[in-house]
């Protein structure tokens, strides 16, 4: 393999970064009683903390093809049921889920040398969620769902501003835009979920909360 980095001062040093993580841990006193707690606890941190977007996480699935595939997404609610988000029903994803629902998660909060991560099934929510959440999105992303086919080609940049034009022609009297129902939300019902805190020579704490029925049992992994 050739090193890129020897050639490019900038680029090696971005691949030579190297951070001692220290200060912080987690130990199994500090952990919530189940790991929705313990994840708004974080989540909350994560924001007076000044995470950018501390909602934002990368959702793994499985195409139909068995190839896994990638993106990031919203976080929109979080509670016993599970985490929520929202997307096109038809999207990679959407198709990806509907046919098989199992998912892996990570929230990568690196400037708190934290990362938590999620496995488990997404399930579509009840219509009524999707319709209560569309209804309070700023109507340019409302038009906007109805003009994009989430995922699929496009001509042009001109061609999907047509199509913006169009639901906006076609909404223009309506005083409410209607929820698309290929558009709604997904709920990740966890089987696994990690609490990972970076701490220092690499000896970071792994902190697992894995489901036993009705209960969670925590298991400490090596880092
Ligand atoms: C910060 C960020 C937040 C995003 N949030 C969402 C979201 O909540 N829902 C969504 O469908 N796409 C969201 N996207 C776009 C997705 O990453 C992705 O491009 C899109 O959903 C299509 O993915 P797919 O082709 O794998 O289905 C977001 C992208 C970024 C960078």
């Known amino acids: 393999m050739t090193d890129p980095a020897g050639t490019d001062p900038t680029l090696e040093s971005a691949l030579r970064t190297h951070t001692d993580y220290?200060?912080?841990?987690?130990?199994?006193?500090?952990?919530?009683?189940?790991?929705?707690?313990?994840f708004t606890a974080w989540l909350a941190e994560a924001a007076e903390r000044g995470v950018y977007e501390p909602n934002a996480m990368?959702?793994?699935?499985?195409?139909?093809?068995?190839?896994?595939?990638?993106?990031?997404?919203?976080?929109r609610g979080v509670?016993?049921?599970?985490?929520?988000?929202?997307?096109?029903?038809?999207?990679?994803?959407?198709?990806?889920?509907?046919?098989?629902?199992?998912v892996a998660v990570v929230f990568p909060w690196?400037?708190?040398?934290?990362?938590?991560?999620?496995?488990?099934?997404?399930h579509p929510v009840?219509?009524?969620?999707?319709?209560?959440?569309?209804?309070?999105?700023?109507?340019?992303?409302q038009v906007a769902?109805?003009?994009?086919?989430?995922?699929?080609?496009?001509?042009?940049?001109?061609?999907?501003?047509?199509?913006?034009?169009?639901a906006e022609e076609r909404f223009v009297d309506a005083p409410e835009v209607p929820r698309p129902e290929r558009w709604g939300g997904f709920r990740i019902v966890p089987d696994r979920v990690e609490f990972w805190q970076g701490r220092t020579s690499r000896l970071h704490d792994r902190l697992?909360?894995?489901?036993?029925?009705?209960?969670?049992r925590i298991e400490r992994l090596q880092p």
């Open 126 to 141: 009840e219509a009524a969620d999707s319709d209560a959440y569309f209804a309070n999105r700023p109507r340019g992303a």
């Open 145 to 166: 769902a109805w003009s994009s086919d989430q995922s699929q080609p496009i001509a042009s940049r001109e061609a999907l501003e047509q199509k913006v034009h169009d």
């Open 110 to 122: 690196y400037t708190l040398h934290r990362q938590v991560k999620i496995f488990g099934h997404a």
């Open 22 to 38: 220290g200060v912080e841990k987690l130990e199994e006193a500090d952990l919530a009683a189940d790991p929705f707690a313990q």
């Open 79 to 102: 509670d016993e049921r599970g985490f929520a988000f929202y997307t096109d029903y038809t999207s990679r994803k959407g198709r990806a889920l509907l046919a098989n629902p199992a």
């Open 208 to 216: 697992l909360f894995h489901r036993e029925g009705s209960d969670w």
């Open 58 to 75: 990368v959702l793994g699935t499985i195409d139909p093809d068995g190839a896994p595939s990638i993106r990031t997404v919203l976080l």
